[in-house]
């Protein structure tokens, strides 16, 4: 552990992200499409959003769940919340009905806030809790436009006529008292391997989030403007675009909209719509897909049109190529680093001014990690091994789920379910998650190392590698590729390619050529749903 101090036994980590504003209370702390909110307006709405869930009859240690697009709502809504002593649930804004009946039934959630655009895939969601008698929700707060005052028996109210009530303060409603041990929130976790996981997380885990990565890593600081394209209901997203900016005082841009690379320039050259004056982002947050798609964009801004000192890559592992071309355009950095949604952020990192490219650096200052066999044993150096994690940010566990929650929280370590190599100087180097690694002639294969060494070739904008059997029964690598537009090649140039890069037995022995990879929300790259389109 760093030198930190450690929060007092009684916390409330959304008073303490006010308290560390309270000398600025005019600056910008977030801007959307529509406007700004500053420090002092984003304490006293969410003291409104505090008296308003009081008022629902919602008390401390409930759930309400957030259901939003990114706008200047969506931090009031949590912080709000969490000021109040009750428990909000992000949840991705791109899952289906079903999705969202089954997080309804399982959070049993009292509240609902829940963007305009949003409200048909919510009432469907409630009208099948309804229907199987598991709704609790009592209340649905929207964010935007509505003219609705009941939604399927529940009562509806706007956000925007709450913050029409001008005279409340902060002082005039209660802050619950919390301990910094208490469940703050909750984040779901993918569901690609069964149901998704609510993963409870305390108010001390952003504490050390912020501490740890935010400020000793990344080196913010209230100078820096901040935008992320991963969204707020996201681990990643979540300190990228609100704890992190809040714990040091920096001014957030939040973006509705998909962070398309058009999206993004427009915001990298300072036009947001609702600010009065060029705020161009010092800090960019993104994903390899994303950055793979920017770089090969017709429109990427020059050196000169942005003001970023550097940006940040999580969600996978970072292609040295790709960091390597957008420093070469650029001038600045690509920090890649590992987090996790049962650790909250990143704890596995290059750092600014070390980056070490190909590989995802060094452990964060006050995690330690290891890396085991199948016999639970540890690995030398440049073997791989499943990755385990120890630190303060550590989840507490999978809501009404003991069997998943004693696989991954094991003491005090967390299994991450990534495979990694260690190396001499003591970076790391991802091998895959655990169950995407490939044994090829007896000799473990990483779909990532064959995935990177494709996409050093000049016409390969992505590629995705799985095991597939043969006719003898055995496994072979196979390659799904994307091209760039306008750029060709075909199946015999790739593999001698990889040949001459890699050893031999690791050359893709299947080359298939697609329009598009199937992805997660975050841009992970869906290996399953290809290795299913071959039995």
Same mark, same amino acid.
């Given at each position: 552990?760093?030198?930190?101090?450690?929060?007092?036994?009684?916390?409330?980590?959304?008073?303490?992200?006010?308290?560390?504003?309270?000398?600025?209370?005019?600056?910008?702390?977030?801007?959307?499409?529509?406007?700004?909110?500053?420090?002092?307006?984003?304490?006293?709405?969410?003291?409104?959003?505090?008296?308003?869930?009081?008022?629902?009859?919602?008390?401390?240690?409930?759930?309400?769940?957030?259901?939003?697009?990114?706008?200047?709502?969506?931090?009031?809504?949590?912080?709000?919340?969490?000021?109040?002593?009750?428990?909000?649930?992000?949840?991705?804004?791109?899952? !289906?009905?079903?999705? =969202?009946?089954?997080?309804?039934?399982?959070?049993?959630?009292?509240? &609902?806030?829940? %963007? @305009? /655009?949003? *409200?048909?895939?919510?009432?469907?969601?409630?009208?099948?809790?309804?229907?199987?008698?598991?709704?609790?929700?009592?209340?649905?707060?929207?964010?935007?436009?509505?003219?609705?005052?009941?939604?399927?028996?529940?009562?509806?109210?706007?956000?925007?006529?709450?913050?029409?009530?001008?005279?409340?303060?902060?002082?005039?409603?209660?802050?619950?008292?919390?301990?910094?041990?208490?469940?703050?929130?909750?984040?779901?976790?993918?569901?690609?391997?069964?149901?998704?996981?609510?993963?409870?997380?305390?108010?001390?885990?952003?504490?050390? !989030?912020?501490?740890? =990565?935010?400020?000793?890593?990344?080196?913010?600081?209230?100078?820096? &403007?901040?935008? %992320? @394209? /991963?969204? *707020?209901?996201?681990?990643?997203?979540?300190?990228?675009?609100?704890?992190?900016?809040?714990?040091?005082?920096?001014?957030?841009?939040?973006?509705?909209?998909?962070?398309?690379?058009?999206?993004?320039?427009?915001?990298?050259?300072?036009?947001?719509?609702?600010?009065?004056?060029?705020?161009?982002?010092?800090?960019?947050?993104?994903?390899?897909?994303?950055?793979?798609?920017?770089?090969?964009?017709?429109?990427?801004?020059?050196?000169?049109?942005?003001?970023?000192?550097?940006?940040?890559?999580?969600?996978?592992?970072?292609?040295?190529?790709?960091?390597?071309?957008?420093?070469?355009?650029?001038?600045?950095?690509?920090?890649?680093?590992?987090?996790?949604?049962?650790?909250?952020?990143?704890?596995?990192?290059?750092?600014?001014?070390?980056?070490?490219?190909?590989?995802?650096?060094?452990?964060?200052?006050?995690?330690?990690?290891?890396?085991?066999?199948?016999?639970?044993?540890?690995?030398?150096?440049?073997?791989?091994?499943?990755?385990?994690?120890?630190?303060?940010?550590?989840?507490?566990?999978?809501?009404?789920?003991?069997?998943?929650?004693?696989?991954?929280?094991?003491?005090?370590?967390?299994?991450?379910?990534?495979?990694?190599?260690?190396?001499?100087?003591?970076?790391?180097?991802?091998?895959?998650?655990?169950?995407?690694?490939?044994?090829?002639?007896?000799?473990?294969?990483?779909?990532?190392?064959?995935?990177?060494?494709?996409?050093?070739?000049?016409?390969?904008?992505?590629?995705?590698?799985?095991?597939?059997?043969?006719?003898?029964?055995?496994?072979?690598?196979?390659?799904?590729?994307?091209?760039?537009?306008?750029?060709?090649?075909?199946?015999?140039?790739?593999?001698?390619?990889?040949?001459?890069?890699?050893?031999?037995?690791?050359?893709?022995?299947?080359?298939?050529?697609?329009?598009?990879?199937?992805?997660?929300?975050?841009?992970?790259?869906?290996?399953?749903?290809?290795?299913?389109?071959?039995?």
């Amino acid at each position: 552990m760093t030198n930190h101090t450690e929060p007092a036994d009684l916390f409330n980590i959304a008073q303490y992200l006010f308290d560390q504003n309270a000398a600025r209370p005019n600056k910008a702390a977030f801007i959307d499409d529509f406007g700004q909110l500053t420090f002092s307006q984003l304490e006293a709405r969410c003291a409104l959003v505090g008296r308003a869930v009081d008022a629902a009859g919602i008390r401390p240690e409930e759930r309400v769940v957030i259901l939003m697009h990114d706008n200047v709502d969506w931090p009031v809504a949590f912080l709000g919340a969490i000021r109040a002593g009750v428990v909000p649930v992000a949840v991705n804004t791109l899952l !289906t009905t079903e999705d =969202y009946a089954y997080m309804l039934a399982h959070s049993k959630a009292q509240a &609902v806030f829940v %963007s @305009a /655009a949003l *409200l048909p895939v919510l009432q469907a969601a409630i009208e099948q809790t309804q229907a199987e008698q598991l709704c609790t929700v009592n209340t649905i707060f929207v964010s935007g436009i509505t003219s609705l005052t009941e939604c399927v028996g529940i009562k509806v109210q706007s956000l925007g006529s709450l913050w029409a009530e001008t005279t409340i303060t902060t002082k005039s409603t209660k802050q619950v008292a919390t301990h910094k041990d208490d469940p703050a929130f909750w984040l779901y976790s993918s569901g690609s391997t069964g149901r998704p996981k609510g993963t409870v997380h305390t108010h001390a885990n952003i504490y050390w !989030t912020c501490k740890l =990565y935010g400020q000793d890593v990344l080196g913010l600081n209230e100078n820096d &403007v901040c935008f %992320s @394209a /991963a969204k *707020l209901f996201f681990a990643y997203g979540l300190g990228n675009a609100l704890t992190f900016p809040l714990s040091v005082g920096a001014t957030t841009i939040l973006m509705a909209e998909r962070p398309t690379p058009d999206a993004v320039f427009k915001r990298w050259r300072g036009h947001v719509a609702g600010a009065a004056n060029l705020f161009k982002p010092t800090i960019f947050y993104g994903a390899p897909t994303g950055f793979a798609g920017m770089l090969a964009a017709p429109n990427l801004p020059s050196r000169t049109e942005v003001a970023l000192r550097f940006a940040s890559s999580a969600g996978e592992a970072l292609p040295a190529e790709l960091g390597q071309k957008f420093k070469a355009h650029f001038g600045i950095d690509i920090v890649d680093g590992i987090g996790s949604t049962e650790m909250l952020h990143i704890y596995l990192s290059n750092l600014p001014g070390n980056v070490q490219y190909g590989t995802t650096g060094f452990p964060v200052p006050g995690y330690e990690v290891q890396l085991r066999g199948d016999d639970g044993q540890l690995v030398e150096d440049g073997q791989p091994g499943d990755l385990y994690v120890k630190g303060p940010s550590a989840a507490l566990m999978y809501w009404s789920n003991r069997t998943k929650s004693r696989e991954t929280f094991q003491g005090e370590w967390t299994k991450s379910g990534d495979k990694y190599v260690r190396n001499e100087n003591g970076t790391y180097t991802y091998s895959g998650r655990g169950d995407d690694m490939l044994k090829v002639s007896g000799i473990y294969v990483s779909p990532f190392e064959v995935e990177s060494t494709l996409m050093q070739h000049d016409a390969v904008l992505e590629a995705a590698v799985i095991g597939v059997t043969d006719a003898d029964g055995l496994t072979k690598t196979k390659a799904y590729v994307v091209l760039k537009s306008e750029q060709s090649t075909d199946e015999a140039a790739l593999k001698l390619f990889v040949k001459d890069r890699l050893a031999p037995f690791k050359y893709p022995r299947f080359i298939e050529f697609v329009n598009e990879l199937p992805k997660t929300a975050t841009g992970k790259i869906q290996r399953f749903k290809l290795r299913a389109l071959n039995g």
